[in-house]
């Protein structure tokens, strides 16, 4: 049904136009017999169906484990256990800043990080009962928070940035401690788990990849792709 949806709003959507034909004609071919990943179908119903805002969103389901699944409801941030088949509501919507129009989630050591279209965050831990909560800015209003990823240092979360900034806040202390800038948007990061080297992706054909350590310094580009990277 959503996939139906995507295809008659937005067809062919391409963020530097480019022949499909061309690239699928120079694309590697892939064993179709091969099974690289296997699901198991477990349907949390229509009363609490994911809700997701634009069809370029990638980041509103995060499973920590088979048991935990979080996603983005209407009235809130759900955990459903596909196992049990139970979900249910650990961070109300009137918990979050008035207005508070969910873009991008990550939740990592307890900790539930979100993030919105006017460039805030909101951070809670959901494991402490009365778990504290907290929120603020990460750059202009106008800004929207594409990306939440973990970082390799416990506390730490990167933030990837419409306006071309990567964002390292600690959710402790709901502060952003460091802010970097790229000649594009920023649609992801990932770090590694040394924190030695991070893949930067967005509104280009190049990735990047940076040294978390120094500012996000460029170390090498990687080439390779016919249009905008989103994951």
Same mark, same amino acid.
């Given at each position: 049904m959503y996939m139906e949806y995507r295809r008659t709003s937005y067809p062919q959507y391409q963020g530097v136009s480019h022949d499909v034909r061309l690239v699928l004609q120079q694309a590697r071919a892939v064993d179709p017999t091969s099974q690289f990943y296997k699901f198991r179908y477990a349907a949390t119903g229509d009363q609490f169906r994911c809700k997701i805002n634009h069809f370029q969103l990638r980041d509103l389901v995060w499973a920590t484990s088979s048991y935990d699944? $979080?996603?983005?409801? %209407? *009235?809130?941030?759900?955990?459903?256990?596909?196992?049990?088949?139970?979900?249910?509501?650990?961070v109300g919507r009137r918990e979050m800043p008035e207005s508070f129009r969910l873009s991008a989630l990550c939740v990592d050591g307890g900790t539930v990080v979100a993030g919105d279209y006017s460039g805030r965050y909101f951070v809670k831990s959901i494991w402490a009962e009365n778990g504290a909560s907290a929120s603020g800015p990460l750059g202009d209003t106008s800004d929207i928070v594409n990306h939440v990823s973990p970082s390799c240092k416990s506390g730490r979360v990167s933030v990837a940035m419409n306006s071309g900034h990567v964002s390292v806040l600690d959710v402790h202390r709901a502060?952003?401690?460091?802010?970097? %800038? $790229? *000649?594009?948007? =920023?649609?992801?990061?990932?770090?590694?788990?040394?924190? %030695?080297? %991070?893949?930067? =992706?967005? *509104?280009s054909t190049h990735g990047v990849l940076a040294d978390p350590r120094q500012g996000y310094r460029t170390v090498a580009q990687l080439q390779g792709h016919s249009d905008y990277a989103f994951a």
């Open positions: 699944v $979080f996603y983005w409801h %209407a *009235d809130g941030v759900h955990v459903w256990n596909p196992w049990q088949r139970q979900q249910k509501c650990i502060t952003v401690i460091e802010r970097s %800038a $790229f *000649d594009w948007a =920023v649609n992801c990061t990932a770090e590694s788990t040394t924190g %030695a080297l %991070a893949c930067v =992706v967005g *509104d």
